[in-house]
């Protein structure tokens, strides 16, 4: 492929440049901030911010592979800039109008909102600039979802309650936790098991959803069984590709966390639309990496 035709490329580069088959997980991270927070999600204000957090998504995303496209020439050569697929110059560009459209929908939202808008911004800026060889970059990650968390309820309600706090500190964990446990190479070693902590910490939080009859112990049974097979796959490698399908199970996890939060709430009906979020990404993961 010649270097003019990289001046033009296809709807399937753009998408996988955005890895939008991650995306239901951005949209359940929403619903549950909002309830969490005790706002209202069937709102014309949540579709707002659901659409402002796909653009925040999209365009970290997007100027993730920017700022990794050296590394991605010789370790993942099929990424859409080594590849040719698109210039650098464009994907540095959409990917900062992403996240100038994501600041702009928050900011009729109020002030609480833009501000919160403000801080993911540039909290995905700092994450895609340092990722790469830096022992804090998980948290930084983690910190982006948890952020979701904070956007939605300053929209929905106008502050951030403690409990919200709490939820969102647990998601940092969670989506930490999976950053970290992608890098172990023998999980199964003592020394290396602290990741699992990370994780195990939503699933705790959790543990109000048994009380809410047998559609709050399904949900909670699903997340708790998605969290388990995937360290079975990081732990036991029992079969090729096994951490790489480990991480993408638990990035769609991020959906039954959302639900069995929701469940905990007694709020049964999103509750089962995140369980539905977290089966849209893993069949969207089969045609769009998701990492």
């Not at 590394?71 to 110059?89: G, T, V």
């Not at 910490?201 to 969290?227: E, H, M, N």
Request: a positive charge; hydrophobic letters at 60%; charged letters at 10%.
């Amino acid at each position: 492929m010649t270097v003019a035709a990289a001046s033009t490329f296809s709807l399937v580069t753009l998408l996988k440049l955005g890895r939008v088959s991650n995306l239901p997980t951005v949209w359940t991270n929403v619903v549950a901030g909002t309830l969490i927070a005790g706002g209202a999600w069937q709102t014309g204000r949540t579709g707002l911010v659901v659409l402002a957090m796909t653009l925040f998504y999209a365009g970290g995303m997007y100027l993730n592979d920017y700022f990794d496209r050296s590394i991605d020439a010789r370790e993942r050569p099929e990424r859409p800039i080594p590849a040719r697929e698109i210039s650098p110059r464009a994907v540095v560009a959409i990917g900062s109008a992403l996240l100038v459209g994501g600041i702009a929908l928050m900011m009729p939202l109020g002030f609480s909102a833009l501000v919160s808008g403000l801080l993911l911004a540039a909290t995905v800026v700092v994450y895609d600039l340092f990722h790469k060889g830096y022992s804090f970059s998980p948290l930084v990650m983690g910190l982006c979802r948890a952020l979701i968390y904070v956007g939605a309820a300053a929209a929905a309600v106008g502050n951030i309650s403690p409990t919200l706090v709490l939820a969102a500190l647990s998601l940092l964990a969670f989506v930490a936790g999976i950053s970290y446990a992608a890098w172990q190479e023998h999980l199964d070693r003592s020394s290396n098991l602290w990741p699992i902590a990370l994780l195990a910490l939503p699933v705790l939080l959790a543990l109000p959803a048994l009380r809410q009859g047998i559609a709050g112990v399904v949900i909670y049974l699903a997340l708790f069984v998605a969290v388990a097979s995937a360290l079975y796959l990081l732990t036991k490698r029992p079969i090729a590709d096994a951490v790489p399908l480990a991480v993408g199970l638990l990035i769609a996890s991020i959906s039954l966390v959302d639900a069995a939060f929701l469940a905990a709430l007694g709020a049964i009906t999103p509750a089962f639309m995140a369980v539905v979020g977290f089966a849209l990404t893993l069949a969207l993961q089969k045609y769009i990496a998701g990492t």
